[in-house]
């Protein structure tokens, strides 16, 4: 294998069969130690998280197929930490997209004078952001994708409804067993010309609350998986 690629979560290798192998790590994004799947960089390590985000990946990929909905998922070797992927494009130099059930995070450090934390956003809200480090993954807007030729209008219309339906799909699964999805961040790319998802549907790139407590990532694959 040839590694192309080494992200903050997990490395990428090319494979003979022209597939694409993601290894999990145990890192994951936060500040001073605290996780938190808004923040922009590594800032801890949690022993495990790298097995727990491959296993709730592979749970809400095969429920996606299930659903109908393309994604690049091929397979997975869990005790490995493993995942095959289709190869797929990715928007510019890579771009994040999230959809928020609830303000709170980054939403609200931005947006505090004009909503309270905890507040529900009806209907689900979508915003990208480029990953760039250096300049703190700035947000982008779908006219400013399409002048700088990231993306068409078109394949932004596809990107927010398949995101919306994904995130339902994923927040009325994880109400069945009493937990409320606060928001989460997916990755997008193309393959043969058509908007896909790529990269991972994982705990530690969610934010889930069971009451008044955030559910931190590993739990929250244990709450996923052995219901």
């Known amino acids: 294998m ?7 979560t997990k490395d990428v290798f090319s494979l003979e ?20 799947p ?5 800032g801890l390590t949690i022993e495990g998280i790298g097995k ?6 592979v749970y809400y990929f095969e429920l996606l197929k299930k659903a109908g909905i393309k994604t690049h998922y091929v397979s997975a070797d869990v005790d490995k930490v493993e995942m095959e992927v289709l190869p797929a494009t990715v928007f510019g130099h890579g771009l994040e997209v999230i959809c928020r059930l609830v303000a709170t995070g ?5 947006y505090g004078e004009y909503i309270e934390n ?10 990208c952001t480029f990953k760039n480090d250096e300049k703190g993954d700035p947000l982008v807007t779908s006219e400013a994708l399409a002048a700088l030729g990231v993306m068409s209008e078109e394949m932004f219309k596809s990107m927010k409804e398949q995101t919306l339906k994904i995130t339902k799909i994923v927040a009325d699964d994880l109400k069945t067993i009493g937990l409320d999805l606060w928001d989460i961040k997916f990755e997008f790319g193309y393959n043969n010309g058509e908007v896909i998802l790529i990269d991972e549907i994982a705990s530690g790139n ?12 590993v739990e929250l694959t244990k709450l996923i998986l052995n219901r």
Do not use: H, W
């Not at 040839?2 to 903050?8: L, M, T």
């Not at 069969?17 to 938190?36: M, P, S």
């Not at 808004?38 to 590594?42: C, D, F, I």
């Not at 969610?206 to 990532?217: A, D, T």
């Open 52 to 57: 727990a985000n491959l296993q709730t990946s």
């Open 206 to 217: 969610m934010r889930v609350y069971k009451g008044n407590e955030i559910v931190e990532p």
């Open 118 to 127: 905890g507040t529900p956003l009806e209907g689900g809200y979508v915003e």
């Open 106 to 110: 980054s939403f609200i450090r931005r």
């Open 2 to 8: 040839k590694k192309i690629y080494e992200g903050k």
């Open 38 to 42: 808004g923040e922009n960089s590594v």
């Open 17 to 36: 069969n022209g597939n694409v192998l993601l290894k999990f790590k145990d890192d994951c994004t936060g500040k001073d130690g605290v996780f938190d």
